[in-house]
């Protein structure tokens, strides 16, 4: 395998003056388009209409839909240009989130160690403090 | 020669700090509001003195501390808003760490965290008017 499989997030907006159905066809377009373009989708997350920050496109609020997917960098790239292409898809982002999960479940591997020392650690200290005491 | 100039310096020094060791003594006055009366010198006595009294400050400030090395949390998200909201000054700014007392790593990763909202519209980039 020439190239690294990776984690990305891609988070797209969808214009929210779609009917029902348009947009769900649009989200289903995103994902053959995504696995067309050689990324695996992992999850595909709808998360509502909600409000947006500032205008974009002249819109004040739209549908916002989370992509999870794994693949090379280049396809993560052609996905992109697919989503630009997408007239409905007013704005998106990719965030590649496989180091940051390394990252989190480094740290949970740590502070569960050290959970399970902890006791043992009282214990030791409990034990050693007196002897130094009585000698 | 440059022993005996070292000697002095010491001794003077010395006789510098023992007036101020005197002074501590009296150090509650300056609570109530220090006099910053001509006699009163900044000796190199006096300093440490002064700072484990908690310094002759009149308001008791509490010590800030990160939130996320308090709470735990791990992940600092750019989905979560309400967290990242906390950090945000009204017009859209990110809070500077002397406000909040987050700590450096921490706040390296919510400033990367309040940038990537905000370019899919979650934060705004200024409030608008």
Redesign the interface.
């Known amino acids: 395998m020439p190239q690294q499989q990776r984690t990305y997030e891609v ?1 797209y ?1 969808v214009r929210p003056d779609l009917a029902e159905e348009e947009t769900e066809r649009v989200i289903s377009t995103v994902e053959s388009g995504a696995t067309a373009a050689g990324v695996a989708v992992k999850n595909a997350e709808r998360m509502g209409k ?1 409000r ?3 205008k ?1 496109r002249k819109f004040q609020d ?1 549908v ?1 839909v ?1 992509l999870t997917v794994e693949g090379p960098g280049s396809a993560v790239a052609e996905l992109e240009r697919r989503l630009r292409v997408t007239e409905p898809v007013i ?3 990719t ?1 590649r989130v496989d180091e ?1 999960q390394k990252r ?1 479940a480094k ?2 591997k740590i ?1 569960d160690s050290k959970v399970r020392q902890r006791p043992q650690t009282t214990e030791a200290a409990a034990g050693s403090g007196p002897t130094p005491a009585t000698a | 020669m440059a022993d005996e100039e070292k000697k002095e310096v010491t001794t003077s020094s010395e006789a510098t700090a023992t007036p101020a060791a005197t002074e501590t003594p009296a150090a509650p006055v300056p609570r109530f509001g220090r006099p910053g009366g001509p006699g009163r010198r900044p000796g190199p006595g006096g300093r440490p003195a002064g700072r484990g009294e908690g310094g002759p400050r009149k308001f008791f400030r509490r010590k800030k501390v990160c939130k996320f090395c308090v709470e735990k949390i791990d992940s600092i998200n750019y989905k979560d808003v309400r967290l990242l909201q906390q950090f945000v000054a009204e017009r859209g700014k990110i809070v500077p760490r002397r406000l909040t007392g987050v700590c450096t790593p921490h706040q390296r990763r919510l400033t990367a965290a309040i940038k990537q909202a905000r370019n899919i519209a979650l934060l705004p980039f200024a409030a608008r008017y």
Do not use: D, P
């Open positions: 988070m907006i909600r947006l920050a500032y974009v739209g916002y989370l704005k998106y982002i965030v940051e989190l740290i949970k502070r």
